[in-house]
């Protein structure tokens, strides 16, 4: 059983930043390919950012490049969100994700576990 949990979230003014944690419960934590997603109120659940099982390997979405970091740290089984000069469209639930079979990828549909999302609200 993999459980996720989601922290960092909250409510901020257009030009801050926020970490985003999500500390896994597995029993090889690098053996999974972890990601973050967002959904805005009546929206489709999307991509922010993932990364691979060693680190070595990241994707994000185009509206995040620049500003968003994801990264990962083995000792502690969690994955981190940096979120800098965040703007209003960012305001979503962010959930964390894990792909049991290693991938690191923008298609939700490759990740098998799913935290229960933190909110991230950015007020202009």
């Known amino acids: 059983q993999v459980q996720l949990v989601e922290s960092g979230g909250g409510l901020v003014q257009a030009g801050a930043s926020l970490r985003l944690s999500c500390a896994a419960s597995v029993r090889s934590f690098s053996s999974y390919g972890m990601g973050w997603f967002r959904q805005a109120p009546g929206k489709e659940r999307d991509v922010v950012a993932a990364i691979s099982r060693s680190g070595g390997n990241t994707y994000y979405a185009d509206s995040v490049k620049g500003r968003f970091t994801i990264s990962r740290d083995t000792a502690k089984n969690t994955v981190y969100l940096q979120m800098n000069s965040l703007k209003p469209e960012d305001t979503a639930v962010y959930y964390c994700?894990?792909?049991?079979?290693?991938?690191?990828?923008?298609?939700?549909?490759?990740?098998?576990?799913w935290g229960q999302g933190t909110q991230v609200t950015v007020s202009s």
């Open positions: 994700t894990a792909s049991g079979r290693g991938y690191y990828s923008g298609n939700k549909d490759y990740y098998d576990y």
